[in-house]
């Protein structure tokens, strides 16, 4: 069964915390940590076309795994895109719009693939292209999830906390996830497996954020003007910590507006049970 | 952290096919199937109390896994039920208030355990209680989830096919749960082997649909009051199957009404990604 269009809403995913986790085969590779999925995400419109175009708010862009997802389907289609949030700012946009691609396609070409398949397609792109190792798998899930094991639907295990919250945001521009995970991520991983084993043993949303705040110190990701925000917001009594991997400070509830920062706000995404 | 009240939605979850899997181990027993989830559902409203009370739509009720998740918690607490679908129809509804009170008792009595834990806790009262075997990983998932291996999160594995849809339905009373699952059932797990080979190989709706009417048929679940309906709607061209365990009849658009039926209408649940 074939359809003439899709569209496809995939929720935004912050990161708080991670760990690389590297192989030869891009489905077992990826990342331990946790984050947030978000109400705000990416809209996904997929159609047929004689030729390739992706275009997002409009603007024609080049997002490697989108083309290795299309390549992985071997067709030609027209990607249209619309977001709430940044790119390239720690939201998973990449992500996203891989996952959202991958599953229009599917529609689209009457590929009768399964969820899990679509899953994996769009998590070996991000992985090849280097553009992300975790939010896909985080994204298909929603919630608050917590990435046990690393790895796409039949290599990774999930769990998740079991909360929701309204969550404030405010980017100051990117980071390139390339160039941090193509370096040395020792720091990165020591801090990530701590971090980890602490939202195991307690797996709430107040703990979540306090330990990605530690992670962002230990790892030496925090900058001085995302420490100044975050710094801002505990002095109100609030909690926040930075985005991974992006020039982002989330806060749980009305954390920055408290503290005077004129941010975003949203929800975190549901999963098919919504938790007042 | 603990909240005073908290309130839960879990969607109905209509099995389309199953087989059986015995365990010794409730979080290792289940069944394998495919269904679908519903936008229709469960509102699991969870308070503090010094005496436990359960009601369904205001009357008491006594609900065996609830009072088995209860029992886990060891509290009393006071949970009132609102709900869109009738009990004991084949909705999974005790699936999904075991699963909305084990979530709303983790936060209301601040227990701090993880989501897997709770939705675990819930899979096993429903297997012990024989009211249930796959509904409360299938409304964990949400979307059209495919069971391909029985049991709670850390023993299962779930797929799903990417699609959503409008789906009618029609009641015309109860079938027993428990009754059935304690008889042989050597034709069901056949049958429901056999449809899960099929959906493997083409994860769509409409397969799903085909496969779950032929599930019925060849189980000897089906009644000769369920097959007029579902004739009927084949009849129209629509795609029809019947609810396990209940006796109830499904179908795909407007394919109830189309035929004449005063029948309920909602769609299938979201995951975290919405579909249109």
């Given amino acids: 069964m074939s359809a003439g269009v899709a ?3 995939v929720p935004a995913h912050v990161t708080g915390f991670f760990s690389v986790h590297d192989s030869t085969d891009p489905l077992a590779a990826g990342s331990r940590g946790a984050g947030l999925t978000l109400t705000d995400g990416a809209t996904v419109r997929v159609e047929r076309a004689e030729r390739f ?3 997002v708010g409009g603007q024609p862009a080049e997002i490697a795994p989108v083309e290795r997802v299309m390549r992985a389907f071997d067709v030609t289609p027209r990607i249209d895109v619309e977001t709430d949030v940044p790119i390239g700012a720690g939201f998973g946009l990449s992500g996203a719009i891989s996952l959202g691609a991958a599953i229009g396609l599917n529609r689209v070409y009457g590929r009768e693939r399964s969820e899990n398949e679509l899953v994996r397609i769009a998590h070996a792109a991000e992985v090849q292209s280097g553009t992300g190792l975790g939010d896909v798998v ?4 929603g919630g608050v999830p917590i990435r046990l094991e690393p790895g796409a639907p039949g290599e990774g295990t999930l769990d998740g906390i079991p909360e929701t919250a309204t969550i404030e945001y405010i980017s100051f521009g990117e980071l390139s996830t390339a160039d941090i995970l193509s370096g040395d991520t020792g720091a990165i ?3 990530g497996a701590s971090a980890l084993d602490a939202i195991r043993a307690r797996p709430t949303l107040a703990e979540f954020v306090r330990v990605s705040r530690r992670f962002s110190r230990e790892s030496g990701l925090e900058t001085p003007e995302i420490r100044t925000v975050i710094d801002d917001v505990e002095a109100h009594g609030g909690q926040a910590a930075m985005a991974m991997l992006g020039q982002t400070v989330f806060a749980l509830g009305s ?3 408290d503290s005077g920062y004129d941010a975003a706000r949203c929800e975190i995404a549901s999963g098919s049970i919504h938790i007042d």
Same sequence: chains 1, 2.
Avoid: E, P, T, V
């Fill in 53 to 55: 175009s992706l275009a």
């Fill in 7 to 9: 569209r496809i809403f």
């Fill in 255 to 257: 954390g920055l507006s």
């Fill in 189 to 191: 991983d020591r801090a």
């Fill in 138 to 141: 985080a994204q298909h899930r």
